[in-house]
């Protein structure tokens, strides 16, 4: 009864500290770290001592899969070298690096548990970087590397760990590492393609929305189970199932059940990466306890935690710089013609955040290592440090390099110009259907698709007090549903109508309902974006300096006529008027023009359309 009385209690603190530090605009984690070390000091509190079993087996396992399974294989592999650089060649370096300093610092604390508390504190947490990274805007690509690099590098850092271990009584040669290295990495690989495969064979054959939601939630634990039973990586065996059944979810589940495992898994990490949090700081009491009965001298622990958390930092800089420079060496981007910014690799040089998984992977150093207290109080320190430090200044360095956030009337245009490709694709295969249809049905579907085709396109209307058709639609149809569900729960109360249909007919309003509400999200976005823009200091002067033109499309992209291609959507220069295709179409004719011409501001030479870009800045408005 105890524990669930705490468990409750637990997850109630967790949801009323991230709720109260929203509402105040402080990042949840830190504010749910000062929270759990203030909470470790109350003397009802009990002493939460987190085990390693706990967090690797019951908190590692669905944090991960609930990362990968919303994770881009596309992106994932459009970044692969930047990932593999990070997630083993940065946790090879910052545990060298950093057993160097604590041994040097320390000598009493030996080469072997030195290495151990190098390898516990090199991975960033997946958890940190995409809480506080997606908070905050990072450009998507950041993101995407951020989260690549923590889904790998756990498993990197534990296999080091695990030979720091077995160091620490036995003698190890490189080829043992090697050789614990490619098993772990290989039979991870291998045990998350077997769990996929069998998973997505039963999916195959499930009608059962409420079965395969179950089933998903049994997928990381038994993928990480099956893998460390080989020893191999239970971490790569989650990831790799996770990417691969979120990839080919829409294949293998229905809509159904994608949206209620998308919104399980969406509620379980949410509870858990926050509770991560508030757990590590109610670790604080107990290891300062212990650490105080140290032989080392409080000079000495301070220096060395101090150290460490800077070498940690140091490490990862020098580390990003050498790959970008020497290693990686990025060519010029596909559409901006220009290689990528020093700024975006400061970014994530800074972005290392540490997490829970480096607080536990200490306590699986084992209990008669030396000085063994201080190297928890050292990976207490980083992650902490990491978090405040990095996770505080992050947002601040962000701003200060002027580096630009996803921009909603961008993913507006990509959204627009993509359901009109797709719109494309379902009416070429409306035309090819043989029906009898007297009822005129296809006339019907045809004005859905595209009342749903100009919904997107109007999205980028640059009018801000003039409401579109769509924001019409919605506010009206939002009073009808009002009143049609109150209408609804009057015949329930009279309990004329069996509750399996009352149940049933609510059930399609909030569907509507929620396609109404995700719908102003996005045009509120848009406006907040085109607000900020108009009040910015800088504004991009390509955009400024043409006037208004008239359309001069003739309705044809004539490279694509002389290449035999299609296009998708016109686009008209503003320098020369050239019209041309999107970078949605085969040739992106637009795109070369300006790579040809350098001239830099075009718009759309779609009816109704009047947005333009600018290729300089990568600038909508």
């Known amino acids: 009864m105890e524990i669930a009385v705490f468990l409750v209690a637990l997850v109630a603190g967790v949801l009323a500290?991230?709720?109260?530090?929203?509402?105040?605009?402080?990042?949840?984690?830190?504010?749910?770290?000062?929270?759990?070390?203030?909470?470790?000091?109350?003397?009802?509190?009990?002493?939460?001592?987190?085990?390693?079993?706990?967090?690797?087996?019951?908190?590692?396992?669905?944090?991960?899969?609930?990362?990968?399974?919303?994770?881009?294989?596309?992106?994932?592999?459009?970044?692969?070298?930047?990932?593999l650089l990070l997630s083993v060649g940065l946790v090879a370096f910052t545990t060298v690096g950093v057993g160097a300093v604590v041994h040097l610092i320390v000598p009493n604390i030996s080469w072997p548990a030195a290495l151990a508390i190098g390898a516990v504190v090199a991975p960033p947490d997946a958890v940190a970087a995409t809480a506080i990274g997606r908070r905050i805007g990072l450009p998507r690509r950041i993101v995407t590397i951020l989260e690549g690099e923590s889904l790998l590098n756990d498993a990197t850092a534990l296999v080091a760990l695990?030979?720091?271990?077995?160091?620490?009584?036995?003698?190890?040669?490189?080829?043992?590492?090697?050789?614990?290295?490619?098993?772990?990495?290989?039979?991870?690989?291998?045990?998350?393609?077997?769990?996929?495969?069998?998973?997505?064979?039963?999916?195959?054959?499930?009608?059962?929305?409420?079965?395969?939601?179950?089933?998903?939630?049994?997928?990381?634990?038994?993928?990480?189970?099956?893998?460390?039973?080989?020893?191999?990586?239970?971490?790569?065996?989650?990831?790799?199932?996770?990417?691969?059944?979120?990839?080919?979810?829409?294949?293998?589940?229905?809509?159904?059940?994608?949206?209620?495992?998308?919104?399980?898994?969406?509620?379980?990490?949410?509870?858990?990466?926050?509770?991560?949090?508030?757990?590590?700081?109610?670790?604080?009491?107990?290891?300062?306890?212990?650490?105080?009965?140290?032989?080392?001298s409080a000079v000495t622990i301070v220096t060395v935690c101090a150290s460490t958390l800077v070498a940690v930092i140091v490490l990862r800089m020098v580390w990003v710089y050498l790959a970008r420079w020497v290693l990686v060496r990025p060519g010029a981007d596909r559409v901006t013609g220009t290689k990528p910014s020093w700024r975006y690799t400061l970014l994530l040089g800074w972005a290392g955040m540490r997490g829970v998984v480096t607080l536990a992977a200490a306590f699986v150093?084992?209990?008669?290592?030396?000085?063994?207290?201080?190297?928890?109080?050292?990976?207490?320190?980083?992650?902490?440090?990491?978090?405040?430090?990095?996770?505080?200044?992050?947002?601040?360095?962000?701003?200060r390099l002027e580096v630009p956030s996803p921009d909603p009337m961008d993913d507006a245009l990509a959204r627009a110009t993509l359901l009109q490709q797709a719109s494309k694709a379902g009416y070429k295969a409306l035309d090819e259907l043989e029906y009898e249809d007297p009822h005129d049905v296809e006339a019907l579907i045809r004005q859905r698709v595209d009342q749903r085709n100009f919904a997107a396109w109007e999205r980028l209307g640059t009018t801000p007090d003039q409401e579109t058709p769509s924001e019409l639609y919605s506010r009206v149809r939002q009073t009808m549903i009002d009143a049609e569900r109150h209408r609804i729960l009057e015949i329930r109360r009279s309990g004329t109508v069996p509750s399996e249909v009352i149940g049933e007919v609510l059930a399609m309003l909030d569907v509507e309902e929620s396609m109404i509400d995700r719908a102003d999200e996005a045009r509120s976005d848009i406006r907040s974006s085109n607000?900020?823009?108009?009040?910015?200091?800088?504004?991009?002067?390509?955009?400024?300096?043409?006037?208004?033109?008239?359309?001069?499309?003739?309705?044809?992209?004539?490279?694509?006529?002389r290449d035999g291609t299609e296009w998708v959507?016109?686009?008209?220069?503003?320098?020369?008027?050239?019209?041309?295709?999107?970078?949605?179409?085969?040739?992106?004719?637009?795109?070369?023009?300006?790579?040809?011409?350098?001239?830099?501001?075009?718009?759309?030479?779609?009816?109704?359309?009047?947005?333009?870009?600018?290729?300089?800045?990568?600038?909508?408005?």
């Open 162 to 296: 695990s030979t720091a271990i077995y160091a620490l009584s036995n003698s190890v040669h490189p080829w043992t590492i090697g050789f614990d290295f490619l098993l772990a990495a290989g039979g991870g690989i291998v045990v998350g393609l077997a769990t996929f495969f069998v998973v997505a064979k039963i999916r195959r054959r499930l009608a059962n929305p409420v079965l395969d939601t179950a089933i998903s939630l049994v997928i990381p634990f038994a993928a990480y189970l099956v893998a460390e039973e080989i020893h191999a990586s239970g971490v790569l065996a989650v990831v790799i199932s996770g990417l691969l059944l979120g990839h080919k979810a829409p294949i293998l589940q229905s809509a159904q059940s994608r949206i209620a495992e998308r919104m399980n898994w969406r509620t379980i990490a949410y509870i858990l990466e926050n509770a991560v949090f508030l757990l590590i700081g109610l670790q604080a009491s107990w290891l300062l306890a212990d650490v105080s009965k140290s032989s080392l």
């Open 17 to 83: 500290v991230t709720a109260f530090a929203e509402r105040l605009d402080i990042p949840p984690p830190l504010a749910l770290i000062v929270v759990g070390v203030a909470a470790s000091y109350v003397p009802a509190m009990p002493e939460i001592r987190l085990e390693p079993e706990l967090v690797l087996i019951g908190l590692l396992p669905p944090l991960l899969y609930a990362t990968a399974i919303q994770s881009s294989l596309v992106d994932f592999n459009a970044n692969r070298r930047s990932i």
């Open 569 to 621: 959507a016109l686009r008209q220069c503003l320098e020369c008027g050239h019209v041309a295709c999107c970078d949605s179409s085969p040739k992106q004719h637009a795109t070369e023009h300006f790579h040809e011409t350098t001239h830099p501001v075009m718009e759309s030479a779609e009816p109704g359309e009047s947005w333009r870009w600018c290729f300089v800045h990568h600038y909508t408005a």
């Open 365 to 399: 150093i084992p209990a008669g290592t030396q000085d063994r207290e201080i190297l928890l109080l050292i990976a207490f320190t980083v992650v902490a440090g990491t978090l405040f430090v990095q996770g505080l200044s992050l947002p601040w360095l962000a701003r």
């Open 531 to 561: 607000m900020l823009r108009a009040g910015h200091s800088k504004s991009c002067d390509e955009l400024d300096r043409y006037p208004e033109v008239d359309t001069q499309s003739d309705g044809i992209c004539h490279e694509c006529v």
